[in-house]
């Protein structure tokens, strides 16, 4: 009976560190197992690929090499918008060395209905949005995005497999093109666990 004890309290206390961990909807490559060390070595690089901005350019990623990219999942109508400001913010502080590229979606809610003009229109005259904005895309399903399909396929990316559950979901990227971290769509700026990993 004791050993039967012994083993359902280690059960529990597993079960509660996994449910702590979850909580914090926070992923990074160091977290995986060291199986993906293996995987790491085969993954393709962000600066592969490119996307098209809001008003009609292709956008090379390869730009961005040797800066740290925040990569969010942006919508007009959210309660999460006015994080807008706070990245906007963010990456006037420190442009010299980090890129905040945002891509509109509407497949959460239907909360990004607007046109590239509108989108454009309104993240400057609300939010004075300066970072680069991209046109709208899918950010899962069949029509998901190359640079999402890149970000959450770790055949591609080397470990990560997250894909956003709502809108501002952050992924960040390395200055040699790596996927570090992922987070959910309550981390800002100031957020503890974001402060944590950048220098």
Request: glycine residues 6%; neutral net charge; proline residues 4%.
């Amino acid at each position: 009976m004791r050993s039967f004890s012994f083993v359902a309290v280690l059960l529990g206390l597993f079960s509660l560190n996994s449910s702590c961990f979850n909580a914090q909807k926070v992923s990074s490559a160091e977290s995986k197992p060291s199986a993906t060390t293996v995987a790491n070595a085969n993954a393709t690089s962000f600066y592969d690929l490119s996307a098209t901005s809001l008003d009609g350019q292709k956008i090379e990623m390869s730009q961005y090499k040797g800066k740290k990219v925040i990569v969010l999942n942006v919508a007009s109508k959210c309660g999460y918008t006015p994080q807008y400001a706070d990245w906007q913010a963010y990456y006037e502080q420190h442009k010299d060395k980090i890129v905040v590229l945002g891509f509109p979606c509407n497949q959460f809610m239907g909360q990004e209905p607007g046109s590239a003009t509108d989108i454009q229109s309104f993240c400057e005259k609300n939010y004075g949005v300066t970072f680069q904005m991209f046109e709208k895309v899918d950010v899962k399903g069949s029509q998901q995005s190359p640079i999402y399909r890149w970000l959450t396929d770790p055949s591609q990316n080397g470990w990560n497999s997250e894909v956003p559950s709502w809108n501002f979901c952050k992924y960040l990227i390395d200055e040699n093109g790596k996927l570090t971290h992922f987070f959910a769509s309550g981390v800002k700026p100031d957020s503890k666990e974001f402060l944590a990993v950048m220098d």
